[in-house]
Protein backbone atom coordinates (compact mmCIF):
# COMPACT_ATOMS: atom_id res chain seq x y z
CA UNK A 1 0.00 0.00 0.00
CA UNK A 2 1.23 3.14 -1.01
CA UNK A 3 0.77 6.61 0.79
CA UNK A 4 1.37 10.30 0.14
CA UNK A 5 1.37 13.22 2.13
CA UNK A 6 -1.62 15.58 2.31
CA UNK A 7 -1.95 18.69 4.47
CA UNK A 8 -5.58 19.62 5.78
CA UNK A 9 -7.39 22.66 4.29
CA UNK A 10 -8.69 23.90 7.85
CA UNK A 11 -5.73 23.09 10.08
CA UNK A 12 -2.50 21.22 10.30
CA UNK A 13 -3.06 18.51 12.02
CA UNK A 14 -2.17 14.74 11.35
CA UNK A 15 -4.85 12.52 9.98
CA UNK A 16 -6.40 9.01 9.66
CA UNK A 17 -7.42 8.09 6.39
CA UNK A 18 -11.24 7.20 6.46
CA UNK A 19 -10.69 3.97 5.31
CA UNK A 20 -9.15 3.09 8.66
CA UNK A 21 -5.96 1.53 7.45
CA UNK A 22 -2.90 3.57 9.01
CA UNK A 23 0.31 4.20 7.59
CA UNK A 24 2.32 1.92 10.11
CA UNK A 25 0.15 -0.63 8.48
CA UNK A 26 0.99 -0.07 5.04
CA UNK A 27 4.78 -0.62 5.58
CA UNK A 28 5.99 1.94 4.18
CA UNK A 29 5.93 5.37 5.08
CA UNK A 30 5.44 8.26 3.19
CA UNK A 31 5.64 6.30 0.02
CA UNK A 32 9.14 4.41 1.26
CA UNK A 33 10.65 7.97 1.50
CA UNK A 34 12.10 8.12 5.10
CA UNK A 35 13.46 11.79 4.86
CA UNK A 36 9.84 12.49 4.41
CA UNK A 37 8.71 11.22 7.98
CA UNK A 38 9.25 14.28 9.83
CA UNK A 39 6.33 15.59 7.83
CA UNK A 40 4.23 12.93 10.01
CA UNK A 41 3.26 15.90 13.08
CA UNK A 42 1.75 18.49 10.34
CA UNK A 43 0.35 16.43 7.06
CA UNK A 44 -1.86 13.57 7.03
CA UNK A 45 -1.88 10.21 5.09
CA UNK A 46 -4.06 9.20 2.12
CA UNK A 47 -4.08 5.86 0.78
CA UNK A 48 -3.41 5.96 -2.83
CA UNK A 49 -4.90 2.02 -3.25
CA UNK A 50 -8.24 3.01 -2.54
CA UNK A 51 -8.34 6.66 -2.91
CA UNK A 52 -10.57 7.67 0.21
CA UNK A 53 -10.68 11.04 1.39
CA UNK A 54 -8.73 11.11 4.93
CA UNK A 55 -9.99 13.91 7.78
CA UNK A 56 -8.70 15.08 10.54
CA UNK A 57 -9.96 15.94 14.04
CA UNK A 58 -10.72 19.74 13.40
CA UNK A 59 -14.24 21.30 12.95
CA UNK A 60 -15.48 23.99 10.47
CA UNK A 61 -18.62 25.24 10.25
CA UNK A 62 -20.04 22.04 12.87
CA UNK A 63 -18.70 19.10 9.97
CA UNK A 64 -15.46 17.48 9.60
CA UNK A 65 -13.28 19.26 7.11
CA UNK A 66 -12.11 16.65 4.36
CA UNK A 67 -8.51 17.15 3.75
CA UNK A 68 -7.44 19.47 0.67
CA UNK A 69 -7.79 17.82 -2.94
CA UNK A 70 -9.48 14.23 -1.66
CA UNK A 71 -5.97 13.28 -0.62
CA UNK A 72 -4.53 12.88 -3.90
CA UNK A 73 -1.50 15.64 -4.53
CA UNK A 74 0.49 16.75 -1.74
CA UNK A 75 -0.30 20.45 -0.45
CA UNK A 76 2.63 22.29 0.70
CA UNK A 77 2.39 25.08 3.36
CA UNK A 78 2.94 28.51 1.90
CA UNK A 79 5.06 29.60 5.03
CA UNK A 80 8.68 29.99 4.39
CA UNK A 81 10.73 27.85 5.33
CA UNK A 82 13.38 28.04 8.43
CA UNK A 83 16.03 27.40 6.46
CA UNK A 84 17.19 27.79 2.36
CA UNK A 85 19.78 25.56 1.12
CA UNK A 86 21.12 26.31 -2.03
CA UNK A 87 22.84 23.89 -4.21
CA UNK A 88 24.63 24.68 -7.01
CA UNK A 89 25.21 21.85 -9.76
CA UNK A 90 26.59 21.17 -12.89
CA UNK A 91 27.85 17.72 -14.31
CA UNK A 92 27.85 16.29 -10.62
CA UNK A 93 26.44 13.16 -11.24
CA UNK A 94 28.83 11.19 -9.44
CA UNK A 95 28.92 12.86 -6.23
CA UNK A 96 24.86 14.44 -6.33
CA UNK A 97 23.57 11.00 -4.45
CA UNK A 98 25.40 11.05 -1.69
CA UNK A 99 25.32 15.02 -1.09
CA UNK A 100 21.34 14.79 -1.47
CA UNK A 101 21.36 11.99 1.26
CA UNK A 102 23.48 14.11 3.40
CA UNK A 103 21.34 17.08 3.26
CA UNK A 104 17.80 15.50 3.29
CA UNK A 105 18.71 13.04 6.70
CA UNK A 106 19.52 16.11 8.34
CA UNK A 107 17.83 15.82 12.04
CA UNK A 108 16.99 19.56 11.17
CA UNK A 109 13.41 19.20 8.63
CA UNK A 110 12.09 22.87 8.30
CA UNK A 111 13.83 23.61 4.78
CA UNK A 112 13.82 24.01 1.12
CA UNK A 113 16.78 22.99 -1.03
CA UNK A 114 16.75 24.52 -4.08
CA UNK A 115 19.01 22.90 -6.98
CA UNK A 116 20.14 24.45 -9.50
CA UNK A 117 21.85 22.99 -12.32
CA UNK A 118 24.03 25.05 -14.53
CA UNK A 119 23.22 23.07 -18.35
CA UNK A 120 24.59 19.52 -17.17
CA UNK A 121 25.45 17.51 -19.66
CA UNK A 122 25.42 13.88 -17.44
CA UNK A 123 22.73 12.36 -15.47
CA UNK A 124 22.84 15.00 -12.82
CA UNK A 125 19.34 16.71 -13.83
CA UNK A 126 17.78 13.03 -13.98
CA UNK A 127 19.05 12.60 -10.41
CA UNK A 128 17.96 15.74 -9.02
CA UNK A 129 14.66 15.51 -10.81
CA UNK A 130 13.77 12.20 -9.17
CA UNK A 131 14.71 13.30 -5.63
CA UNK A 132 12.35 16.74 -5.89
CA UNK A 133 9.49 14.49 -7.09
CA UNK A 134 10.43 12.32 -3.72
CA UNK A 135 10.49 15.31 -1.14
CA UNK A 136 8.19 18.66 -1.77
CA UNK A 137 11.47 20.39 -0.24
CA UNK A 138 13.75 20.34 -3.09
CA UNK A 139 12.65 22.82 -6.00
CA UNK A 140 14.58 21.79 -9.11
CA UNK A 141 16.20 24.36 -11.80
CA UNK A 142 18.12 24.03 -14.79
CA UNK A 143 19.14 26.57 -16.36
CA UNK A 144 18.59 27.09 -20.28
CA UNK A 145 21.93 28.46 -20.86
CA UNK A 146 25.32 28.44 -18.77
CA UNK A 147 25.28 30.95 -16.12
CA UNK A 148 28.89 30.33 -14.43
CA UNK A 149 29.48 29.22 -10.96
CA UNK A 150 28.98 33.34 -9.59
CA UNK A 151 25.34 33.46 -11.91
CA UNK A 152 24.40 30.27 -10.19
CA UNK A 153 25.30 31.10 -6.76
CA UNK A 154 23.42 34.67 -7.59
CA UNK A 155 20.20 32.83 -9.02
CA UNK A 156 19.74 30.53 -5.23
CA UNK A 157 20.50 33.68 -3.13
CA UNK A 158 17.74 35.58 -5.40
CA UNK A 159 15.32 32.13 -4.93
CA UNK A 160 15.93 31.83 -1.31
CA UNK A 161 12.50 32.42 0.99
CA UNK A 162 13.79 31.20 4.81
CA UNK A 163 15.21 33.58 7.44
CA UNK A 164 18.79 31.36 6.80
CA UNK A 165 20.67 30.70 3.84
CA UNK A 166 23.68 27.93 3.34
CA UNK A 167 25.07 27.49 0.47
CA UNK A 168 25.72 23.61 -0.60
CA UNK A 169 28.56 22.31 -3.00
CA UNK A 170 27.65 19.21 -4.84
CA UNK A 171 30.17 17.18 -4.32
CA UNK A 172 30.82 18.52 -0.70
CA UNK A 173 29.49 16.85 2.40
CA UNK A 174 28.31 17.30 6.24
CA UNK A 175 28.27 16.25 9.37
CA UNK A 176 25.03 14.75 11.19
CA UNK A 177 23.36 17.84 13.46
CA UNK A 178 24.92 20.31 10.64
CA UNK A 179 21.90 22.27 10.53
CA UNK A 180 20.43 22.32 13.57
CA UNK A 181 23.73 22.83 15.23
CA UNK A 182 23.58 26.44 12.97
CA UNK A 183 20.11 27.15 13.67
CA UNK A 184 20.56 27.19 17.55
CA UNK A 185 23.49 29.73 16.87
CA UNK A 186 21.55 31.98 15.13
CA UNK A 187 18.96 31.27 16.82
CA UNK A 188 20.19 32.34 20.54
CA UNK A 189 22.60 35.19 19.30
CA UNK A 190 20.60 37.97 16.81
CA UNK A 191 24.01 39.65 16.82
CA UNK A 192 25.41 36.75 14.45
CA UNK A 193 24.95 37.47 10.88
CA UNK A 194 27.05 34.05 10.42
CA UNK A 195 27.07 31.15 11.65
CA UNK A 196 30.27 28.88 10.50
CA UNK A 197 31.30 25.23 10.84
CA UNK A 198 34.56 23.70 11.23
CA UNK A 199 36.15 22.81 7.65
CA UNK A 200 37.67 19.15 6.80
CA UNK A 201 38.97 18.61 3.49
CA UNK A 202 38.54 15.10 1.82
CA UNK A 203 39.90 13.41 -1.33
CA UNK A 204 37.57 11.86 -3.91
CA UNK A 205 36.67 9.01 -1.49
CA UNK A 206 35.64 10.50 1.71
CA UNK A 207 38.99 10.13 3.43
CA UNK A 208 40.27 13.33 5.46
CA UNK A 209 43.39 15.23 4.16
CA UNK A 210 45.48 17.08 5.80
CA UNK A 211 45.06 21.02 5.18
CA UNK A 212 45.04 23.74 6.78
CA UNK A 213 41.89 25.16 7.63
CA UNK A 214 40.71 28.43 9.37
CA UNK A 215 38.70 28.80 12.25
CA UNK A 216 35.92 31.68 12.18
CA UNK A 217 34.79 33.45 15.40
CA UNK A 218 35.42 37.00 15.96
CA UNK A 219 33.57 36.85 19.24
CA UNK A 220 33.93 40.66 21.01
CA UNK A 221 35.31 42.32 17.78
CA UNK A 222 34.31 45.56 16.49
CA UNK A 223 33.12 45.92 12.96
CA UNK A 224 36.63 46.69 11.88
CA UNK A 225 38.60 44.03 13.93
CA UNK A 226 35.67 41.56 12.20
CA UNK A 227 36.66 43.14 8.32
CA UNK A 228 40.32 42.63 9.55
CA UNK A 229 39.27 38.56 10.35
CA UNK A 230 37.99 38.37 7.50
CA UNK A 231 40.43 40.39 5.23
CA UNK A 232 43.29 37.80 6.28
CA UNK A 233 41.40 34.53 6.58
CA UNK A 234 40.23 32.13 3.79
CA UNK A 235 36.96 32.14 2.54
CA UNK A 236 35.06 28.89 3.64
CA UNK A 237 32.79 30.97 5.86
CA UNK A 238 30.42 31.31 2.57
CA UNK A 239 29.32 27.78 3.11
CA UNK A 240 28.16 28.55 6.81
CA UNK A 241 24.61 29.50 7.85
CA UNK A 242 24.03 33.37 7.01
CA UNK A 243 20.44 35.64 7.94
CA UNK A 244 19.30 35.93 4.49
CA UNK A 245 18.06 39.96 5.59
CA UNK A 246 22.25 40.62 6.16
CA UNK A 247 23.00 38.38 2.96
CA UNK A 248 20.75 41.18 1.12
CA UNK A 249 22.13 44.01 2.55
CA UNK A 250 25.69 43.55 1.65
CA UNK A 251 26.20 44.06 -2.55
CA UNK A 252 26.97 40.85 -4.44
CA UNK A 253 29.88 41.35 -7.02
CA UNK A 254 28.95 38.28 -9.03
CA UNK A 255 30.10 39.68 -11.74
CA UNK A 256 33.81 39.76 -10.05
CA UNK A 257 36.60 37.77 -8.93
CA UNK A 258 36.40 36.41 -5.08
CA UNK A 259 32.56 37.62 -5.13
CA UNK A 260 32.41 35.32 -1.77
CA UNK A 261 35.10 37.48 -0.18
CA UNK A 262 33.72 40.45 -0.79
CA UNK A 263 30.12 39.10 0.36
CA UNK A 264 32.32 37.77 3.77
CA UNK A 265 33.70 41.15 4.04
CA UNK A 266 30.39 42.81 3.57
CA UNK A 267 28.79 40.70 6.23
CA UNK A 268 31.51 41.19 9.15
CA UNK A 269 30.70 45.08 9.06
CA UNK A 270 27.31 43.71 9.78
CA UNK A 271 27.40 41.96 12.79
CA UNK A 272 29.07 38.54 14.28
CA UNK A 273 31.02 35.48 12.72
CA UNK A 274 29.78 32.88 15.36
CA UNK A 275 31.88 29.46 15.13
CA UNK A 276 29.92 26.24 15.37
CA UNK A 277 32.22 23.71 16.49
CA UNK A 278 29.18 20.73 16.57
CA UNK A 279 29.06 21.76 12.68
CA UNK A 280 31.80 19.92 10.51
CA UNK A 281 31.71 20.84 6.39
CA UNK A 282 34.02 18.41 4.52
CA UNK A 283 35.07 20.14 1.51
CA UNK A 284 36.23 17.75 -1.69
CA UNK A 285 39.67 18.24 -2.81
CA UNK A 286 39.10 17.91 -6.85
CA UNK A 287 41.89 19.57 -7.94
CA UNK A 288 44.91 18.61 -5.62
CA UNK A 289 48.04 19.26 -7.63
CA UNK A 290 46.81 22.95 -9.06
CA UNK A 291 49.06 25.76 -9.12
CA UNK A 292 48.07 29.39 -9.42
CA UNK A 293 48.17 29.50 -12.97
CA UNK A 294 46.10 26.64 -13.96
CA UNK A 295 43.60 27.83 -10.89
CA UNK A 296 43.42 31.17 -12.55
CA UNK A 297 42.71 29.80 -16.17
CA UNK A 298 39.88 27.27 -14.04
CA UNK A 299 38.70 30.14 -12.74
CA UNK A 300 38.31 32.28 -16.23
CA UNK A 301 36.21 29.24 -17.14
CA UNK A 302 33.70 28.53 -14.99
CA UNK A 303 32.86 31.58 -12.48
CA UNK A 304 31.35 33.32 -15.07
CA UNK A 305 28.88 32.73 -18.32
CA UNK A 306 31.36 32.88 -20.76
CA UNK A 307 35.61 32.67 -20.19
CA UNK A 308 37.13 35.72 -19.78
CA UNK A 309 40.37 37.29 -19.25
CA UNK A 310 41.42 37.45 -15.70
CA UNK A 311 43.52 40.88 -15.98
CA UNK A 312 44.56 42.61 -12.52
CA UNK A 313 42.08 40.53 -10.69
CA UNK A 314 43.39 40.76 -7.53
CA UNK A 315 43.93 45.09 -7.70
CA UNK A 316 39.88 44.93 -8.63
CA UNK A 317 39.42 43.22 -5.61
CA UNK A 318 41.77 45.74 -3.59
CA UNK A 319 39.34 48.55 -5.02
CA UNK A 320 35.95 46.62 -4.12
CA UNK A 321 37.43 45.80 -0.60
CA UNK A 322 37.45 49.33 -0.11
CA UNK A 323 34.19 50.30 -1.68
CA UNK A 324 32.62 47.74 0.68
CA UNK A 325 34.31 49.13 3.64
CA UNK A 326 33.25 52.48 3.03
CA UNK A 327 29.36 52.00 1.81
CA UNK A 328 28.49 48.63 4.01
CA UNK A 329 25.82 49.10 7.29
CA UNK A 330 24.99 51.59 9.18
CA UNK A 331 28.48 52.30 11.58
CA UNK A 332 30.02 55.11 13.43
CA UNK A 333 32.17 57.41 11.24
CA UNK A 334 35.00 56.65 13.57
CA UNK A 335 34.68 53.03 12.64
CA UNK A 336 34.17 54.13 9.04
CA UNK A 337 37.92 55.25 9.24
CA UNK A 338 38.84 52.35 10.59
CA UNK A 339 37.03 50.09 8.12
CA UNK A 340 38.89 51.56 5.48
CA UNK A 341 42.35 51.63 6.95
CA UNK A 342 42.06 47.99 7.25
CA UNK A 343 40.84 47.19 4.13
CA UNK A 344 43.58 49.84 2.12
CA UNK A 345 45.99 46.43 4.20
CA UNK A 346 44.42 44.38 2.08
CA UNK A 347 47.19 45.31 -0.33
CA UNK A 348 49.92 43.58 2.07
CA UNK A 349 47.50 40.38 1.84
CA UNK A 350 47.33 39.91 -2.04
CA UNK A 351 50.50 41.81 -2.14
CA UNK A 352 52.26 38.36 -4.15
CA UNK A 353 49.18 37.84 -6.54
CA UNK A 354 49.09 41.23 -7.19
CA UNK A 355 52.88 41.55 -8.65
CA UNK A 356 51.76 37.98 -10.32
CA UNK A 357 48.93 39.95 -12.14
CA UNK A 358 51.16 42.44 -13.16
CA UNK A 359 53.73 39.82 -14.55
CA UNK A 360 50.84 38.39 -16.42
CA UNK A 361 49.72 41.10 -18.20
CA UNK A 362 53.51 42.14 -18.86
CA UNK A 363 53.97 39.00 -20.56
CA UNK A 364 50.50 39.09 -22.49
CA UNK A 365 51.63 42.78 -23.65
CA UNK A 366 55.46 42.11 -24.79
CA UNK A 367 55.34 38.10 -25.51
CA UNK A 368 51.78 37.28 -26.69
CA UNK A 369 51.10 35.10 -23.94
CA UNK A 370 48.06 34.67 -21.89
CA UNK A 371 47.05 36.15 -18.70
Known amino acids: MDWILVRCSFCAAAARPACGRDQEASGAVCSGISGLA ?28 PLANKG ?74 NRGVNGN ?4 FGAAKGEYFVLAGAHDLWSPGYLSAMVRTLDDDASAVLACPASRWIDGNGA ?23 LWGNQHAIYGMI ?66 RMILIHWGLILRLLSTAATTGSVSLWHRIQLIAVASTASIRYLEPMVHDVVDVLRCRFYGGDS
Open 72 to 145: IELIVSGDAPHVSIGLIVRNEESSLRETLDCILQQDFHDIELIIADNCSTDRTGEIATAAAKQDPRIRYHCHET
Open 208 to 230: EVSKPVCVYETGELTAPGRFAFV
Open 243 to 308: RLAALRQVRHHFGCFAASALILAGLSVLGRLAHVPGAIWYRRLTQPNENRSVRIQRYSRVLFSQPR
Open 153 to 156: IAFV
Open 38 to 65: WLAPRYGYACLGCRCVPVCGCRDSGSQA
